[in-house]
């Protein structure tokens, strides 16, 4: 979302939800070929349905089986897409991103505060992002790049066209999984008080995985095991350890 439009929802979310005692009222049935646009609402795409843009404030978003919707998004809220649903970019910042088997997004999925699950068959044209919660690709397709700050990683039988990466959150790549650029551990920031010493995070390259770039440790703290079945372009900044050690 683009940063003037968030603030203006945000500021009216605050006044409607002060007025009306701040809860969501009922979700609003997308007419096919519309767009729906609230604030405390949820909206709701039927199945086999065809709509432009949804946009709410305080409210989830779901859109069926067999859908399709342009740009989806959300301020406080859960987006959750059936099988076979199609959309353009999803976004939300406080609540989760989920899609049935066979979903395809021809942008971005991002999210703040949330998860990002994708069944069987997924394809994201371009990126996904999270920052507080964990990813979750089951045989999923994603073109670009796949990105946490905290949470956990786990990535089964799908290929990944860009890079990996994490800062505090551990990844675990399985089932032939393949990374075409690098698996990114970045060093987290160091501000305000810390009390003892960090625990860095856990990266497992399991059986058949390949990472056709490298894996970059900036975190000296990382614990790095690799199967020995599993390909990788080169390891810099820590030692890896085999599978046995685990």
Same mark, same amino acid.
């Given at each position: 979302?683009?940063?003037?439009?968030?603030?203006?929802?945000?500021?009216?979310?605050? #006044?409607?939800?002060?007025? *009306?005692?701040? /809860?969501?009222?009922?979700?609003?049935?997308?007419?096919?070929?519309?767009?729906?646009?609230?604030?405390?609402?949820?909206?709701?795409?039927?199945?086999? +349905?065809?709509?432009?843009?949804?946009?709410?404030?305080?409210?989830?978003?779901?859109?069926?089986? !067999?859908? /399709?919707?342009?740009?989806?998004?959300?301020?406080?809220?859960?987006?959750?897409?059936?099988?076979?649903?199609? #959309?353009?970019?999803?976004?939300?910042? !406080? &609540?989760?991103?989920?899609? *049935?088997?066979?979903?395809?997004?021809?942008?971005?999925?991002?999210?703040?505060?949330?998860?990002?699950?994708?069944?069987?068959?997924?394809?994201?044209?371009?990126?996904?992002?999270?920052?507080? &919660? &964990?990813?979750?690709? +089951?045989?999923?397709?994603?073109?670009?790049?796949?990105?946490?700050?905290?949470?956990?990683?786990?990535?089964?039988?799908?290929?990944?066209?860009?890079?990996?990466?994490?800062?505090?959150?551990?990844?675990?790549?399985?089932?032939?999984?393949?990374?075409?650029?690098?698996?990114?551990?970045?060093?987290?920031?160091?501000? *305000?008080?810390?009390?003892?010493?960090?625990?860095?995070?856990?990266?497992?390259? *399991?059986?058949?995985?390949?990472?056709?770039?490298?894996?970059?440790?900036?975190?000296?703290?990382?614990?790095?095991?690799?199967?020995? +079945?599993?390909?990788?372009?080169?390891?810099?900044?820590?030692?890896?350890?085999?599978? #046995?050690?685990?």
């Amino acid at each position: 979302m683009e940063e003037k439009r968030f603030v203006q929802a945000l500021v009216t979310a605050l #006044a409607v939800g002060a007025v *009306g005692g701040g /809860s969501a009222l009922a979700a609003t049935m997308v007419v096919p070929g519309t767009s729906e646009s609230s604030v405390n609402k949820s909206i709701t795409v039927g199945d086999g +349905t065809e709509v432009l843009d949804l946009d709410t404030v305080n409210g989830s978003i779901r859109v069926g089986d !067999n859908s /399709s919707a342009e740009d989806v998004e959300t301020v406080n809220g859960a987006i959750r897409f059936g099988k076979n649903a199609r #959309a353009d970019s999803v976004e939300t910042v !406080n &609540g989760r991103i989920e899609a *049935g088997e066979g979903f395809v997004a021809s942008g971005n999925l991002e999210t703040v505060n949330g998860s990002i699950r994708l069944g069987s068959g997924a394809t994201v044209q371009g990126s996904v992002e999270t920052v507080n &919660g &964990g990813i979750e690709l +089951t045989q999923a397709s994603v073109r670009n790049d796949v990105k946490m700050v905290n949470g956990s990683m786990e990535v089964s039988g799908s290929l990944i066209g860009g890079s990996v990466q994490t800062t505090t959150g551990g990844i675990e790549l399985t089932d032939g999984t393949v990374v075409d650029g690098d698996v990114i551990i970045k060093k987290p920031s160091s501000w *305000g008080w810390s009390w003892g010493k960090k625990k860095g995070p856990t990266v497992v390259i *399991g059986a058949n995985v390949e990472v056709k770039g490298r894996i970059l440790v900036e975190n000296d703290q990382t614990k790095l095991y690799i199967d020995p +079945t599993a390909k990788v372009g080169g390891v810099e900044g820590v030692e890896p350890q085999s599978m #046995a050690e685990r």
